[in-house]
């Protein structure tokens, strides 16, 4: 089987991977969810014990498959959701389940497993590289040197899930690298990138004079992450424009812990 790369979007709610064909087009990846295939793999792991001829034993499913078994299922398993924001944290190094211990960075792999499985059957190409998008700030990051732990975690998940080769692209840099392919002149831009556990930010010069120069460090003036994102972006808007505009005070005060 021919070997290609792919680019990863490995996000706290969902993941995406796209491949380049061999004609220069861009597919996304597609995941069969409840009778109907999309381009979106929610990034979460369920694990549930099972009887196989009398004992016990684990069994574990991510994405779509994952939400599937957990829903059927009369005996509730461990439902995880939401990994990525774990690995700037270097107290939280594993969890305990059904008796065994599993490092953060196992659980993580074991999704990108399925995520590279399902992809090279899709494709017919064996992905042993990737692009990866990473947050410019990892939840919880005070500092770099928690954005580099974060993402040396990310790295070690990565081979573990069998990935040979990994290089890494802050998200907000990658969607202006897109945008850049659609312009015919230069412009300086303002990229966000609202993910379901940070929102990122570059200010970045783009268009075809810089592609034809090559980037440079100097074309990137600015970027910056914050751990504002996914349902708690999605709440303080309602708390401070939404509730306000409609003038309800009960509605207001409803939103105060938020």
Same mark, same amino acid.
């Not at 990137?220 to 504002?228: D, Q, R």
């Not at 409609?246 to 207001?252: N, R, Y």
């Given at each position: 089987m021919k070997t290609s790369a792919v680019g990863v979007d490995f996000g706290t709610t969902n993941s995406t991977i796209a491949y380049v064909n061999p004609s220069g087009k861009v597919e996304l990846a597609q995941f069969s969810d409840i009778g109907h295939l999309t381009n979106s793999y929610r990034s979460l792991l369920y694990l549930e014990q099972v009887r196989e001829n009398g004992n016990k034993i684990t069994k574990s499913w991510t994405g779509p498959e994952g939400i599937q078994h957990y829903l059927s299922a009369d005996d509730k398993g461990r439902l995880m959701q939401s990994l990525k924001s774990f690995l700037a944290n270097r107290s939280l190094l594993g969890t305990e389940i059904f008796g065994r211990r599993y490092t953060v960075e196992w659980l993580i792999a074991r999704i990108l497993k399925d995520l590279r499985e399902h992809s090279e059957a899709q494709f017919g190409v064996e992905i042993k590289t990737a692009m990866v998008g990473r947050p410019v700030q990892f939840v919880g990051a005070e500092k770099e040197q928690d954005n580099l732990y974060a993402e040396a975690r990310l790295t070690q998940a990565f081979h573990a899930a069998g990935y040979e080769n990994i290089s890494f692209e802050s998200e907000p840099v990658a969607a202006a690298h897109y945008y850049e392919s659609t312009l015919d002149q230069d412009q300086l831009i303002l990229i966000g990138d609202f993910g379901g556990g940070t929102s990122d930010?570059?200010?970045?010069? /783009?268009?075809?004079?810089i592609r034809r120069k090559g980037r440079t460090p100097a074309d990137?003036?600015?970027?910056? $992450?914050?751990? /504002?994102a996914g349902d708690n972006f999605d709440a303080r808007i309602i708390k401070h424009l939404v509730a306000p505009a409609? $003038?309800?005070?009960?509605?207001?005060k409803s939103l105060d812990k938020v």
């Open positions: 930010f570059s200010l970045i010069r /783009v268009g075809p004079t990137l003036l600015g970027n910056a $992450g914050v751990g /504002v409609l $003038g309800s005070e009960s509605q207001i």
